[in-house]
C-alpha cells in the first residue's frame, strides 16, 4: 500500500467533507524518482541473494543498521546521542552474531536491547526479528536464494500494485485515521499483484511439486497481508511522532524503514512458516512433513 499517499494533497485526500469518496489520484510526480531507485537496487539486491554468504549477510546487517538508526531518530536519538550510538551498534551485533552461527546469542542480544527502555527496545526486536528472519531463510532453508527471492518480490509486487492501483482507482480510504490517503483499491492491488507473483515464483522453482502454483498463491496472498500490516504500523508510528518519513537515503521511497517496513512483519512470518516444512524447504510447502 506503499504510495497511495499523495504529495501535496490535504489530509482528507480530496475527499467530499463527509469523507466518504475521495478521489482517485494522478499524481505521478514521485514515480520517476521510485523507477531510478527500483533500478539501482533491484539488481544489486538481487545479486546479493544470489551470492550468499557475507556478502548477502553484510546487505543484511547494513539494512538492520541503517532502519536502527531511522527509528532512533523518529524517537530524538541521532548519531549524535549515546542511545543513538548503541542502537547502532545494537543491530549490527545481532546481526553478526547471526552470521557467525549464534543464533541463540543474536536472540539473547536483540532481547537484551530493552535496556535502551521501551521505544528503541521495540525497534530493535522488531528489526532484529526481521533480519535475522531473512539471514536464516537465506542460510539455513532450502533453496535459500529461493525462499528470500519469493518473499522479497511478493512485498515488492505488494507495494508496486497498491501504489498502480490506488493512484488509478483511488475510491473509499482503507485506514484514515492512521494513513489518510490509502484506499481499499490499493490494498486489493496489492493483494492481487503478490498472489499472481506468487504462482509464478512458485511453479518457475527447480523441482517444483504438483499444487505449488496453488500454494504460491495462498502464501503470496499471507506475504502481501502481512506486508500491508507492517506498512500501516509503521504509517501509525510515524503519525503518533510526527514525521513524514522515517529518511531520505530512497529518492521516492523515504528511508530503509518507509521501503522495507512491509518485511518487518512478512519476514518473521515466513520463518515461522519454514518451520513446518519439510527439510527446511520452502516456506510455502508448509504443512507437508
Known amino acids: 500500500m506503499k504510495g497511495d499517499s499523495v504529495p501535496g494533497q490535504s489530509a482528507n485526500n480530496g475527499a467530499s467533507p463527509t469523507g466518504t469518496a475521495p478521489k482517485k489520484s494522478t499524481n505521478w510526480k514521485d514515480l520517476r524518482a521510485r523507477v531510478i531507485s527500483a ?33 532512533a531518530r523518529m524517537f530524538g536519538y541521532g548519531l549524535d546521542t549515546r542511545r543513538g550510538q548503541l542502537s547502532l551498534a545494537w ?18 542480544v536483540m532481547l537484551s536491547a530493552l535496556v535502551l527502555g521501551p521505544a528503541l527496545g521495540a525497534g530493535q526486536i522488531a528489526i532484529g526479528c526481521a533480519g535475522l528472519s531473512l539471514l536464516w531463510l537465506r542460510y539455513m532453508s532450502e533453496p535459500g536464494a529461493g525462499v528470500v527471492l519469493f518473499l522479497v518480490a511478493c512485498v515488492a509486487l505488494s507495494d508496486t500494485g497498491a501504489y498502480m492501483a490506488g493512484r488509478i482507482f ?32 512458485a511453479g518457475l522453482m527447480p523441482g517444483a511439486l504438483p499444487g505449488a502454483v496453488w500454494r504460491g498463491a495462498v502464501f503470496g ?50 520463518a515461522l512458516l519454514s518451520l513446518g516444512a519439510v527439510g527446511r524447504a520452502a516456506f510455502w510447502y508448509v504443512g507437508q512433513r
Open 221 to 270: 496472498a499471507l506475504v502481501a497481508i502481512a506486508a500491508q500490516s507492517g506498512d500501516l504500523a509503521e504509517s501509525a508510528l510515524k503519525r503518533a511522532r510526527g514525521v513524514k518519513d522515517s529518511g531520505t537515503i530512497l529518492p521516492g521511497h523515504g528511508g530503509l524503514l518507509d521501503r522495507f517496513d512491509g518485511l518487518l512483519v512478512a519476514a518473521p512470518m515466513a
Open 91 to 108: 543491530a549490527v551485533c545481532i546481526g553478526i552474531a547471526a552470521i557467525a552461527g549464534h543464533w541463540g546469542g543474536a536472540l539473547l
Open 39 to 71: 533500478a539501482v537496487l533491484v539488481p544489486f539486491a538481487g545479486l546479493c541473494v544470489w551470492a550468499g554468504g557475507l556478502v548477502y549477510g553484510g546487505l543484511i546487517v547494513l539494512a538492520m543498521a541503517g532502519m536502527a538508526v531511522e527509528w
Open 170 to 201: 483511488g475510491g473509499p480510504k482503507l485506514a484514515p485515521r492512521i494513513s489518510p490517503a490509502k484506499t481499499w483499491s490499493g490494498s486489493a492491488g496489492g493483494l492481487f499483484s503478490a498472489v499472481l507473483g506468487g504462482m509464478l515464483i
